[in-house]
């Protein structure tokens, strides 16, 4: 055989096991397979006593819909707060913008799969030498005008791109999740800063309700002073006491009116935005009558932290075969057509075309180990993402026992201070009474408007944890990712 006929045979030999390979879809490296997690049951703080009054909200393991949980308040600011936070706030939009980079990088990955085409053309106008050449043509002048196409196609055949690709649609379904992620952040922040700033203005109307009482009782104790009946101490212990509780007011008053700026801030707008209308004080927010959690199997489909593991595992896990694929050789196909002529005119004539074709072939016999040691990189990548997998979920149970337990714990503390504030006000009232009868000291009065002070504002301190906590709990459940369908 000789060396023309052993071309032409290698030649067809090689593109007809191209075309076999790439019909057979030879993919290298590993097939991604959905890790398996070893889930509880179900919730064991869920098992956790509590001692509760008859209006406590017990959460059940009962599965029902979170796409919307801040209705359950049944609180239109809250409600109309939220949709607006939605639509504008600004950590949202940016992870919207990586959604649109993730998609643009998987139309930069897809277009590896298919050839590329150049079109160009080109006028030359050259000169030969006449000393340079014994030819008639020496030192003459030529015009050469050229216009056509090139094209090159990286034939995938050991899959490195399609894993590539593979990759790039997995950033997308992570960024996906992502966004999610930041949705289901911001609606609990919106929610528990709207509880703190109704908590603010319930503690800063008890402080200004006691403030008055004390204020008629340092009325009374200076008339008893003209009276004869007590001394200054009494007067002076009774004004220290006004002062006190004036003096916890503005603090309030700041916490409260920062609520206003953090609200603001979350739905893109200045901070003093939403001052007007949410400085008048509403009712706090109250714990609906059920709260349904789930099983804990069901955050693998409904945390988007979750979910956006998951991806990044399958797009790594892509690259090592992206990775593998550059052990194999690369085949490609190039090819030119056009048109050339030294007169212009011909340009477009059948005679002026011109056109090449053909395979090439490379493969990297030495490389110092540096593919191997790249695939060994994407590996331990991989096993990272796996590890990282198991501890988002790990710390999703945790986040929502702990949720669970604070809750229920919550509710047990609240039962205890509302006693404690029946207690406290019938204190005050005997105190007073006993007082103006001159059966008891000043100092009883004042330690029981003190006491009360206190007992009412732990109450509704508690009467917030419970919604704060309540909503931790709807987070850490991953509810309201469903919300996007209000925008997106």
């Not at 528990?192 to 340092?218: C, D, H, V, W």
């Not at 001394?231 to 603090?251: F, G, H, K, M, Y």
């Not at 009712?283 to 009558?289: G, K, V, Y």
């Amino acid at each position: 055989m000789n060396m023309q006929n052993f071309q032409t045979n290698w030649m067809t030999h090689l593109i007809t096991v191209t075309a076999t390979v790439m019909v057979g879809g030879c993919t290298v490296g590993p097939d991604y397979e959905s890790p398996t997690i070893d889930m509880p049951a179900t919730w064991g703080s869920l098992s956790d006593e509590a001692v509760v009054d008859d209006h406590a909200v017990i959460p059940t393991s009962e599965s029902k819909s979170l796409a919307t949980w801040w209705l359950a308040f049944e609180d239109e600011t809250l409600s109309a707060l939220i949709e607006r936070a939605v639509r504008t706030n600004l950590d949202l939009h940016v992870a919207q913008v990586r959604v649109r980079e993730a998609r643009a990088r998987r139309g930069i990955a897809s277009a590896d799969l298919l050839p590329t085409v150049f079109g160009g053309g080109a006028y030359t106008r050259s000169r030969t030498s006449a000393n340079a050449y014994d030819d008639p043509t020496a030192g003459t002048e030529a015009s050469l005008y050229q216009a056509g196409f090139d094209a090159i196609w990286e034939v995938d055949v050991f899959g490195g791109v399609r894993r590539n690709v593979e990759a790039a649609a997995a950033d997308i379904a992570a960024s996906i999740e992502d966004r999610r992620d930041v949705l289901v952040t911001l609606l609990a922040e919106v929610a528990q800063n709207y509880a703190e700033l109704r908590s603010y203005q319930r503690r800063i109307a008890i402080a200004q309700a006691n403030l008055e009482g004390q204020r008629e009782t340092l009325a009374i104790t200076r008339m008893r002073l003209d009276a004869g009946l007590v001394s200054d101490l009494d007067v002076t212990r009774a004004r220290a006491q006004v002062r006190t509780t004036e003096s916890q007011i503005p603090a309030l008053e700041s916490a409260a009116r920062q609520s206003i700026h953090a609200l603001s801030v979350l739905l893109a707008e200045p901070p003093t935005t939403l001052v007007a209308a949410l400085s008048m004080s509403r009712p706090m927010l109250a714990a609906p009558d059920d709260v349904p959690v789930g099983l804990p199997s069901e955050l693998l489909r409904r945390r988007p932290d979750i979910r956006r593991a998951e991806r990044e595992l399958a797009s790594i896990t892509a690259r090592v075969g992206v990775a593998t694929a550059e052990l194999f050789p690369r085949f490609s196909l190039t090819g030119s057509l056009g048109l050339s002529s030294s007169q212009f005119s011909d340009l477009g004539d059948y005679g002026s075309r011109f056109w090449s074709f053909g395979p090439s072939v490379s493969w990297p016999v030495f490389d110092f180990g540096r593919i191997r040691s790249n695939i060994d990189v994407q590996s331990a990548r991989e096993e990272q993402a796996l590890l990282r997998y198991e501890q988002v979920v790990l710390t999703s149970l945790r986040e929502v026992e702990d949720a669970l337990v604070a809750f229920t714990k919550e509710q047990s503390r609240r039962v205890a201070l509302a006693s404690a504030v029946d207690d406290n006000r019938r204190a005050a009232e005997l105190a007073d009474e006993l007082y103006q009868q001159g059966l008891t000291d000043f100092l009883s009065v004042l330690q029981s408007q003190r006491d009360l002070l206190i007992s009412e504002d732990a109450l509704v301190q508690s009467d917030r944890a419970v919604v704060t906590q309540l909503v931790s709990l709807y987070k850490a459940l991953g509810g309201g990712w469903e919300a996007e369908t209000m925008v997106y």
